[in-house]
């Protein structure tokens, strides 16, 4: 874990994990107190034209939602912990207790608006869910915003480094720097782990309230594949410019040795200075390629975003490429 003090932790998990929980908890305390006066099944889905078109079970609903906030939280929570607090911190932790009180608000809602009927066919329309939904979002909002400031404050971070010192290179010399970046073993792990556990309960509530789930797993596949094949990059350096290509060959950038400012190292706190991992925008315009944290290299554009990359040996990419751009400069001039 990373310089938290012991009251820092405990904020963290209460704000993260904790908290969307005991939301959740009140929700479900709540629709499982009406069970008596509900239909079954219940309406949980309303087509384009406001009529309900999904069924489902009271248990499968508490089960959603109790199993998203719980998850949320516990992947939030962990991923805080192991990472330095930066400029997003607060935001992330915001967003654990966002997203459950949205999804409490706007499920019990449209349970609410069963009570006493006969039938779940007999609801009516669609925009009763509608209006749970956005006193759910602002709900969430009025929420998030106080459990964000009492997060721990990021320390002022200066990342204005100083340019990395260029590699000699002769007139006709060449060169080429190539690496591999991907996530930490344990990382990529408990990331996809979590993502996996959050699929599972969605696909259980599913199974339990009697709504097809099979293409919602196939959605799901194909997103995790294509999470996986984003995770992992190919880094390369050459007098033609820089590139960096992810396992499935896009996304890709590349900036030409002709656009390129200036290459240094960083340091990178993937959720505090990106708000998480993957292909992601910071502060500053930057353009992060974030899969670790630590080491990274940042190559700074004459015009357009700065592209911030974590990989190791980033000190030699860096001065590889300001030694292609000082010769460049000198065979120009």
């Known amino acids: 874990m990373n310089d938290y003090t012991p009251a820092e932790r405990l904020r963290i998990v209460v704000i993260a994990a904790v908290v969307p929980v005991v939301i959740a908890a009140v929700g479900i305390v709540v629709m499982l107190s009406w069970?008596?006066?509900?239909?079954?099944?219940?309406?949980?889905?309303?087509?384009?034209?406001?009529?309900?078109?999904?069924?489902?079970?009271?248990?499968?609903?508490?089960?959603?939602?109790?199993?998203?906030?719980?998850?949320?939280?516990?992947?939030?929570?962990?991923?805080?912990?192991?990472?330095?607090?930066?400029?997003?911190?607060?935001?992330?932790?915001?967003?654990?207790?966002?997203?459950?009180?949205?999804i409490t608000v706007s499920v019990v809602g449209s349970v609410y608006m069963q009570l006493g009927l006969a039938d779940a066919r007999d609801v009516g329309d669609g925009a009763g869910v509608g209006l749970w939904l956005l006193a759910g979002a602002v709900g969430g909002l009025v929420l998030a915003v106080p459990a964000a400031l009492l997060a721990p404050r990021a320390p002022f971070v200066d990342h204005d480094e100083a340019a990395t010192p260029a590699l000699g290179l002769a007139t006709r010399e060449r060169a080429v720097w190539s690496r591999s970046t991907a996530p930490q073993s344990w990382l990529f792990a408990a990331l996809f782990g979590g993502i996996?556990?959050?699929?599972?309960?969605?696909?259980?509530?599913?199974?339990?309230?009697?709504?097809?789930?099979?293409?919602?797993?196939?959605?799901?596949?194909?997103?995790?594949?294509?999470?996986?094949?984003?995770?992992?990059?190919?880094?390369?350096?050459?007098?033609?410019?820089?590139?960096?290509?992810?396992?499935l060959g896009l996304p890709r950038f590349t900036v030409p040795i002709g656009q390129i400012e200036s290459a240094r190292v960083t340091q990178v706190s993937p959720l505090g200075d990106f708000g998480g991992w993957g292909v992601r925008w910071g502060s500053k315009g930057r353009i992060g390629v974030v899969v670790r944290?630590?080491?990274?290299?940042?190559?700074?554009?004459?015009?357009?975003?700065?592209?911030?990359?974590?990989?190791?040996?980033a000190e030699s990419a860096a001065a590889l490429i300001n030694g292609f751009r000082e010769r460049a400069a000198s065979v120009g001039a």
Not at 238 to 245: C, I, M, N
């Open 196 to 247: 996996l556990l959050l699929l599972g309960v969605v696909t259980v509530a599913l199974a339990a309230s009697g709504e097809p789930y099979w293409s919602t797993l196939l959605i799901a596949a194909l997103l995790v594949m294509a999470a996986v094949g984003t995770s992992f990059w190919r880094v390369r350096v050459s007098s033609a410019g820089f590139t960096v290509r992810s396992l």
């Open 35 to 102: 069970s008596a006066d509900l239909p079954e099944p219940l309406a949980i889905h309303w087509n384009g034209s406001g009529e309900p078109d999904g069924f489902g079970s009271l248990p499968g609903l508490a089960l959603m939602i109790g199993g998203i906030a719980a998850g949320f939280g516990a992947i939030v929570t962990l991923a805080t912990l192991f990472q330095s607090a930066g400029a997003y911190t607060r935001t992330v932790l915001g967003t654990s207790v966002w997203l459950s009180t949205l």
């Open 293 to 313: 944290s630590g080491e990274a290299l940042e190559v700074s554009r004459a015009r357009g975003r700065t592209i911030v990359v974590t990989v190791d040996d």
